[in-house]
Structure formats: structure tokens, C-alpha cells
């Protein structure tokens, strides 16, 4: 296994594979996505098209399991405009985690803490000063919500990132168990560089 940080043309060739481990993972609790590769790699775009964009690719032999995307929360503005109105936070300043994906098996061996320290490491040496990234929200009592779930906040909160309140986006996507697209609560977490 290796773990590298894909940025210009290496970051373009890796989207497709991405666009379908998103798919794969995000089929799971919590995201339960019924997922669409067309949209997928319309959504990837941001990245491709992104000077300061990056993908930590994580590979067993050729075979990507892994990936975590990162790019300028600015580029993003389009899509959290509203959630990020009326607060204090400079997007300028401010690099956003997309994505964490890994198959199950590759869980479990301190890649999530890769992820996160190789994205941080980038942002800081880019000159950025914060950190976000979002989740999603899911009641407790969830029909689909596996009984053994652990949620990740003690993770996130052990790095230093503290949720922002009534910072939240919301997304359409089909669940698994849905016939139709429905907006999902995105909540933002954040924190300091």
C-alpha cells in the first residue's frame, strides 16, 4: 500500500476512480447515496479545475481504496454561500476537506489520520489559516442506522475541530431506500490552523 498527494495533471487521471469509490463508500451509512457516476464526476470538476486542489489517493498495488480531497473553501462558495452568510469566517482563509473515502477493509490502520494530517500540512503550507470540512446529519433513531455505528465526532473533536453552529448546507441526493432526491443537512465542523 502507498498513500500520495495528487495535485495537477496526476489529480485529473485519479477522478474517475475517485467518482467511483465516492459511490461505493457513500452507499453505506451515514450517506446511504444512491450514487450516479454522470453526477459524480461533474461534481469532481471543482478539483480538476482548482490550481490548489489536491486528492490523498491511497493505493493497494494499482488499485486506488482510498481518497481525500481537499481545495479552497472559496471555490466553493457557490455551493455554502448560505450556510457560511452571517458568520465571521473569512472563506478566503479557510481550506476545505471534501471527501474521506475508504473501503472497509483499509479501515482501521490510521489512514483517516493520514488524510487529515496531509491536508492540513497542505493548507498550512499554502498560507491558510482554517480548516472545514462537512457531514452529514442523520437522526439517531435512522430505520437504516447500523446498531454498531460509531459516530466519528470523538475523532474529529480529538483533531481539534468543533462544529459550527447553525452553519449547515443542504444537499439533494437519492438514498438507497428512496425513490426521489431529498435535501440532506450538511453539518460544517472547523477549525484552526
Known amino acids: 500500500m502507498r498513500i500520495e498527494t495528487l495535485t495537477g495533471a496526476a489529480l485529473t487521471e485519479a477522478l474517475d476512480d475517485v467518482a467511483r469509490l465516492r459511490i461505493a463508500v457513500f452507499r453505506d451509512w451515514p450517506y446511504l447515496y444512491d450514487g450516479d457516476y454522470d453526477y459524480e464526476r461533474r461534481y469532481l470538476q471543482i478539483y480538476e479545475q482548482s490550481n490548489r486542489a489536491i486528492?490523498?489517493?491511497?493505493?493497494?498495488?494499482?488499485?486506488?481504496?482510498?481518497?481525500?480531497?481537499?481545495?479552497?473553501?472559496?471555490?466553493?462558495?457557490?455551493d455554502f454561500f448560505e450556510a457560511f452568510a452571517g458568520t465571521t469566517i473569512n472563506i478566503d482563509k479557510t481550506f476545505y476537506c471534501g471527501e474521506s473515502v475508504l473501503l472497509p477493509r483499509y479501515r482501521g490502520r490510521g489512514i483517516g489520520r493520514q488524510f487529515f494530517d496531509l491536508r492540513e500540512d497542505y493548507a498550512r503550507g499554502m498560507g491558510y489559516e482554517h480548516m472545514c470540512f462537512a457531514?452529514?446529519?442523520?437522526?439517531?433513531?435512522?430505520?437504516?442506522?447500523?446498531?454498531?455505528?460509531?459516530?466519528?465526532?470523538?475523532?474529529?473533536?480529538?483533531?481539534?475541530?468543533r462544529r459550527l453552529p447553525g452553519v449547515v448546507a443542504r444537499f439533494p441526493w437519492k438514498d438507497v431506500d428512496q425513490a426521489v432526491e431529498t435535501d440532506k443537512p450538511m453539518q460544517f465542523w472547523f477549525?484552526?490552523?
Do not use: N, Q
Not at 498495488?61 to 471555490?75: F, Q, R
Open 55 to 78: 486528492v490523498i489517493a491511497v493505493f493497494d498495488g494499482d488499485w486506488l481504496v482510498g481518497a481525500a480531497t481537499a481545495a479552497p473553501l472559496a471555490e466553493h462558495a457557490d
Open 191 to 193: 477549525r484552526d490552523l
Open 135 to 161: 457531514a452529514v446529519m442523520r437522526p439517531s433513531d435512522h430505520p437504516l442506522r447500523p446498531s454498531a455505528y460509531k459516530p466519528l465526532d470523538p475523532f474529529w473533536e480529538a483533531r481539534g475541530y
